[in-house]
Structures are given as structure tokens and as C-alpha cells.
């Protein structure tokens, strides 16, 4: 990790930065160390005679881990003037900020920890702008969280946001904010980063990712030449991604992913790219122009690109949904749209970056291993997008081509729902229209849309099944199965359930985790995909009863031992809003999971 810099006790250990030390062989008491960015950020400007300020933003998962043992002191995030260096005296609480009893050098920082609290200081480590209780707190433990800094210049608003990783509920998360017009209280040039340490106690500050981005729009006159501050060069100039994604690139600091879908119609061309470039984080989307964007992608050179598809039938029509449906979505396991692009007969939308691909890639593709605890995470994740999309929106989110290819995955492994080519927005307890075109993909269809070309939300029940099913077993929706000596190709939702009426469900289980996962969690998994797989649109479960289950706060659902053949028949031909009468002379011979409510739609 060549382009931080590490003072005193911080040192980089497995891709992660370790702030203090941490071999139990050393004193781990009066520790102290700060790792920052090895170039400055240009935090404001007055060329134009007011000051303009820079928005920025900042995500980074941390640990503190006390050993089972009495934790001490913390950690912050700050920004100091740029050469800031640790001050003399600066351990134990003061954090290696400010030297006790002197005030040193001007520092905003978000300390984490101290006294299980997160705070904003201004100059002090002593006296917090703002703090509040860190409601969840596994410092005894070493929990991961995950942290999220913002800075809005309009509004000098400074907001923090800590969650607790595994939380898919948020209701444990702390939040906290306060108005600072830092051009007063910081000089132009900063330095940022974090510093922590230990005093009489201990504990251990591990940074394992981090994400840095900000803007400051200035306008510079044709005759000036901008130099910032000199920094040292990195160790390693080729290297330009660290933990967590950090590069430079000009005025900006920040990775974002371009993730484009290209459509150019002069040449009857379709495709989807995704490159890797430096560019500026923004706070909304916005319109790029089509120079930007090759020229930050190198003429979109292959030598950046991380996948490519293609659009389906509908061309613009898909392009246009994409834009207008993810533009109202917020959540924190779906892609954030950074901006769209429909210059020079060129479509194209840009998405931020996420390093770790999909969950195609890693089931089906790479050669490492992704562990239980990873899989468990991404389904979980996936779930809670899900329940976003038909529960807790305005209207119900149809996205009709969920699959693991479009479950990208951040620098934790967290999921996040991609590619809404074929959404659409729906009033509750409607479904989609018919349409001439087959919804979502091979392998992941359900029956009903096969047969009607129609979509309920039970429709993307069936496609989540399939991919819960994929994580748990490692196969593909079409699966190759190997019996009696000969390969050949099935339905894994056929498969599993074979498996599921011969009472040898764990037998589905990926065999290259060797046996390595959580017996409850694995039968949860595999149950839910096949309940929520079910050929019977009526017989799924709800996303909510499906979230329940996983989280283990409700029982497990009850299956026949044979898989059921689709009874739907005419009732999405009907009215969507009324089909729950329609199919009632259908159902009494069906097994139904516990406490279901019949003919849920969106």
C-alpha cells in the first residue's frame, strides 16, 4: 500500500492498516500511530474572490478490538493543515491529535470509540461539536462496522454514519452531523487520515477498507498554472489502488466505476462495458458528456474493462427504464447511479465502483474459494434489497432479471443489486403488463411468466430462490449434475428438491467448502430457495417471511417431499388484483408454508 503514509506504530499487515500495534509478544499499551493519504486535498479555493468549498465523501470498515479486556481510547478520521505530523505527548486519550494541554494545530476528526461514543471534534479531542451514544458496540469482540463521512459544501454540513456490518436492519446504527464552514477553521491544502492509539489499556484499530472521493468545482484561469503542495512520490508509482479502492488522478481523489451500457445504433452495435477509471465521486447523479466519459475510460480501452453483456430487445426503452427507476432508489445493497450519458447516439450509464465483480464470478468463475460466512452475507444482502424493492417503497419495484451476474459485490462482499434494464414501477397489488418480450433470464424465470409474459412479485421470489440456491449449493441455475457415472443438465431447483425429498438435503451443500459452514444456516438457505422457488407463484413466501427465516426468527418452511407441478393456470390471465379468489378451487391440495397470506402481488 504504497500511497499511505504510515507514522510512528501504523504499519500495513494483510491488506488492512493496523493504527496501533498489534503482536501480542509487544506492549500493546501507550501505543500510537497515524496512517493518511500521501498527497493533500485541496479543501477550498478563492481564486474567484469568495471561497468555494469542496464536497467530499469518505467510507472505510474498521474493527476495535479490545481482547475480551477493558478497551481504551480509540481512533479518528481527521483532516489536519497539510505536513501535520503527530504532536509531541499526543497518546492515550488525546488520540495523537493534540498534545495534552496545548492547543497544536487546527484538526476537524470523527473520534470512534472513545468511551463507546462517535463524536465530531473541532481542535479538541477533549470537547466534542457533537456526539452521541455508539448504540451498537463489540469492541470486546472486534465487530466489523462500517463508517460513512460526508461533507456538503451548500449546506456545510458534516454527517457521520456508523452500522454495524452484519445489521441488515439498521436499527442499530449511530448518526450524528454538524455545520462547519471549514474554510474558517482549515487551510487550503489538508492532509487526512486516520490516527489512533493506546494508553494504559488496550485494543487493537484495524482499518480494513476505505473509500475517499471530493470535488471542488474551480475555474481556472487560462494563464495560471496550478501546482498543489509537493508531496513524495509513492513507493511504487505504477500502483495506483490501495485498500479499499484510493487513487489520485488531477484535481480529485477517488475510484468510481463506469459501469456503461453502450448501445450505438449508427452501427448496430449492442454491449455492456464496465471500466475502471479515476474520476470524481459526485453527490447526485448527473449528465456526463460522451467525451468525458472516453476520455476517462481511454477511448473505453479493454485494458480497463471488468465484464461486458449486452442489452436485450428493447434497447432505449431498457436504457431508459434503467435511468428513471434506479435514480429513486437509495439502499445500501443496490449500485448508486453516479450518471447517465446519451450523446453521439451513444447510451451509456455510470454506476459506482465495486471491486469485487459478481456473484457469478466468484461461484462459477474464481478459482478462490468464497467462504460461508461471505455467502450467508450476500444472501442476506440480497434479501434486504428485495424488501426495499416491493415492501418499503413508494411503489413496488419489479426488477424481473434478478441473478447472481447482477449481484455486484463491494470491497466487504456486501451485496448489491444491479441492472434495471427491465424494471418497472407498479402501484401495490398490480403486476406488470404483458409484454412480447420473455422476462429475465434463462434458468431463473418463473413458470408463470413463461406462460403469460406477465410478472407479480412473487416473480422475482422465484429468481431470488434460484440464486439463494446457487450460493448455498455453487451450481448454476442450469446445473450440470453427475449420477450414476454420466453428466447431464437440470433445473438446481429440480435437483435440490430430488435431494430434499430423499431426506439428504445436505447433500447439496457446495463440496468445496469441505463441510465448512453453518449446518443451521446452510438448511435455512436451501429451504428458503426452494420455498421461494416454488413452481406455484401463490405458495412462495413474502420477502418479509423470507427475511425472517434467515435471520432464524421464524421456523422453517414446509415443503412436499416432491417438487409440485404449477397450478397457476388462468389466474394471471385474469385480473392481477382479484386472482386470489380466481385460484382458490386450485389450491386445496397444495401445502402452504406456515402463517402464509395467499395471492400476495405487488
Known amino acids: 500500500m504504497p500511497d499511505i503514509v504510515y507514522e510512528a506504530d501504523a504499519y500495513p499487515s494483510n491488506n ?54 477493558n478497551p481504551g481510547d480509540g481512533f479518528a478520521f481527521f483532516i489536519a493543515p497539510n505536513g501535520s505530523k503527530i504532536p509531541p505527548n499526543s497518546g492515550g486519550g488525546h488520540l ?17 470509540g472513545l468511551s463507546a461514543h462517535v463524536g465530531i471534534g473541532l481542535n479538541s479531542i477533549e470537547t466534542s461539536l457533537t456526539a452521541v451514544k455508539w448504540w451498537w458496540n463489540e469492541i470486546a469482540n472486534g465487530g466489523l462496522v462500517n463508517a460513512f463521512i460526508t461533507y456538503n459544501s451548500s449546506t456545510n454540513n458534516l454527517s457521520v454514519l456508523l452500522l454495524d456490518a452484519d445489521d441488515f436492519t439498521r436499527r442499530n446504527s449511530s448518526r450524528l452531523s454538524a455545520t462547519l464552514d471549514l474554510s474558517i ?18 485494543e487493537l484499530h484495524t482499518i480494513y477498507s476505505w473509500n475517499f472521493s471530493s470535488t471542488l468545482q474551480v475555474v481556472m484561469p487560462t494563464n495560471t498554472t496550478f501546482n498543489p503542495p509537493e508531496t513524495s512520490p509513492p513507493a511504487n508509482p505504477k500502483r495506483k489502488t490501495i485498500i479499499g479502492a484510493i487513487s489520485a488522478s488531477l484535481l480529485v481523489l477517488g475510484l468510481v466505476w463506469f459501469y456503461c451500457r453502450r448501445r450505438n445504433y449508427s452501427r448496430k452495435e449492442d454491449g455492456t462495458m464496465s471500466v475502471n477509471v479515476n474520476r470524481e465521486m459526485v453527490t447526485a447523479p448527473r449528465k456526463f458528456s460522451y467525451k468525458e466519459l472516453r476520455l476517462a475510460t481511454s477511448n473505453f480501452a479493454d485494458e480497463g474493462l471488468l465484464g461486458e453483456g449486452g442489452f436485450g430487445k428493447q434497447g432505449f426503452k431498457e436504457y431508459e427504464s434503467e435511468i428513471t427507476t434506479i435514480t429513486r432508489l437509495r439502499h445500501r445493497n443496490l449500485v448508486q447511479l453516479i450518471g447517465w450519458c446519451h450523446d453521439n447516439n451513444q447510451f451509456l450509464i455510470v454506476y459506482e465502483f465495486l471491486p469485487n465483480k459478481n456473484l457469478d464470478y466468484h461461484l462459477h468463475r474464481e478459482p478462490c474459494l468464497l467462504i460461508w460466512d461471505k455467502r450467508y452475507k450476500i444472501a442476506m444482502g440480497l434479501a434486504s434489497a428485495l424488501f426495499y424493492l416491493q415492501e418499503e417503497c413508494n411503489q413496488c419495484v419489479l426488477h424481473r432479471d434478478i441473478k447472481s451476474s447482477n449481484v455486484l459485490l463491494d470491497l466487504s462482499f456486501n451485496a448489491k443489486l444491479g441492472d434495471f434494464g427491465l424494471a418497472r414501477l407498479v402501484d401495490h397489488g398490480q403486476g406488470s403488463q404483458t409484454t412480447q418480450v420473455m422476462l429475465g433470464t434463462e434458468g431463473y424465470i418463473a413458470p408463470e411468466c413463461r406462460d403469460t409474459y406477465k410478472a407479480v412479485k412473487e416473480s422475482d421470489i422465484y429468481s431470488f430462490g434460484i440464486v439463494a440456491l446457487e450460493i448455498a449449493t455453487g451450481k448454476k441455475a442450469i446445473a450440470v449434475i453427475e449420477r450414476n457415472g454420466q453428466r447431464f443438465k437440470t433445473k438446481l431447483v429440480e435437483w435440490v428438491w430430488e435431494l430434499y425429498g430423499k431426506e439428504s438435503l445436505f447433500d447439496a451443500a457446495d463440496p468445496r467448502l469441505s463441510g465448512n459452514y453453518d449446518m443451521e444456516q446452510m438448511e435455512r438457505l436451501l429451504l428458503v430457495g426452494l420455498a421461494c422457488a416454488h413452481p406455484n407463484y401463490f405458495d412462495r413466501p413474502s420477502i418479509t417471511q423470507a427475511v425472517d427465516i434467515l435471520s432464524s426468527k421464524a421456523p422453517l418452511p414446509v415443503l412436499p417431499p416432491e417438487m409440485p407441478i404449477p397450478t397457476y393456470i388462468v389466474s394471471l390471465e385474469d385480473t392481477i388484483a382479484t386472482f386470489s379468489t380466481s385460484i382458490s378451487s386450485n389450491t386445496s391440495g397444495s401445502n402452504r408454508l406456515q402463517n402464509q397470506n395467499e395471492g400476495q402481488v405487488c
Open 185 to 202: 477553521y482549515l487551510p487550503e491544502w489538508v492532509t487526512f487520515g486516520f490516527s489512533g492509539t493506546t494508553g494504559s489499556c488496550f
Open 96 to 112: 495523537g491529535l493534540q498534545s495534552y494541554g496545548i492547543v497544536n494545530s487546527p484538526f476537524v476528526a470523527d473520534p470512534f
Open 16 to 69: 488492512a492498516v493496523q493504527l496501533t500495534l498489534n503482536q501480542m509478544k509487544q506492549n500493546l499499551r501507550g501505543g500510537i500511530g497515524r496512517a493518511t493519504y500521501y498527497k493533500p486535498m485541496h479543501l477550498w479555493d478563492k481564486s474567484s474572490g469568495n471561497p468555494l468549498l469542496a464536497d467530499f465523501t469518505t467510507q472505510f470498515s474498521f474493527s476495535i478490538d479490545s481482547l475480551h479486556k
